[in-house]
């Protein structure tokens, strides 16, 4: 039984390197792990046993080594958690609300605003208020400022049916009321002052209300 426990507490296999795909010109075209060349640095992403590569956008192999050390760094959890408090303690010394007491905040306010004995309802925003909460912790956004516009349409452009995580893995009618959801939730930091407006990526800002328009909801978002 001890055997056993001790299997599962090891670690993880991962690992992120840097290597070079050279051009059919250079000379050094068998040699993946030399540096000193201009050719185009690949980064090597192994976890939980599937790998793939990407690339570093770069000819500079310290650059590369770079964005490889902070991808190690983002699969390290106590690095992790460091990151989490240095960032709740800026808020605090900045007077900024965090991610996580304005979902507190708001869905206090919805319960108290609505039929309280309509649980029915204030389940799905509860829902709504875990989706927001894991997508920003996994993206290590702590503070409502860091909700930007293309941080939001990058959350929303991996919502699909076939998405690689379960929580984006969704389909336009549920998307389209996840993204209702959202809005209603940055709409209420704005009216509580934590954010200046909702962070927008053009067009007219959000109109709650009986009749607003899903196709104008997506393209305010």
Not at 56 to 72: D, G, M, V
Not at 163 to 173: E, F, H, L, M, V
Request: glycine residues 4%; charged residues 30%; positive net charge.
């Amino acid at each position: 039984m001890h055997e056993l426990k001790a299997i599962s507490l090891r670690p993880k296999t991962q690992t992120v390197s840097v290597y070079t795909r050279h051009s059919a010109k250079c000379s050094k075209k068998g040699e993946p792990q030399w540096r000193r060349c201009k050719c185009a640095k690949y980064l090597y992403l192994l976890r939980d046993g599937k790998n793939k590569t990407i690339s570093a956008k770069t000819r500079s192999w310290e650059k590369a080594e770079q964005q490889a050390q902070e991808i190690r760094d983002s699969w390290d959890p106590v690095k992790q958690k460091l990151r989490e408090l240095n960032e709740l303690k800026e808020a605090r010394e900045l007077g900024e609300v965090t991610i996580t007491n304005a979902l507190e905040r708001w869905l206090a306010s919805v319960k108290a605003d609505s039929d309280s004995g309509n649980e029915h309802t204030h389940s799905k925003y509860k829902t709504a208020a875990k989706h927001i909460e894991t997508w920003a912790r996994s993206n290590g956004l702590i503070r409502l400022s860091q909700i930007t516009p293309d941080a939001l349409d990058h959350w929303k452009s991996s919502w699909s049916p076939k998405a690689k995580n379960p929580d984006n893995r969704i389909g336009k009618t549920t998307a389209g009321r996840r993204l209702e959801k959202v809005k209603r939730f940055l709409t209420y930091c704005v009216k509580m002052r934590w954010l200046a407006a909702i962070p927008s990526s053009g067009a007219e800002g959000y109109q709650a209300g009986p009749k607003r328009d899903l196709a104008a909801i997506e393209w305010t978002l």
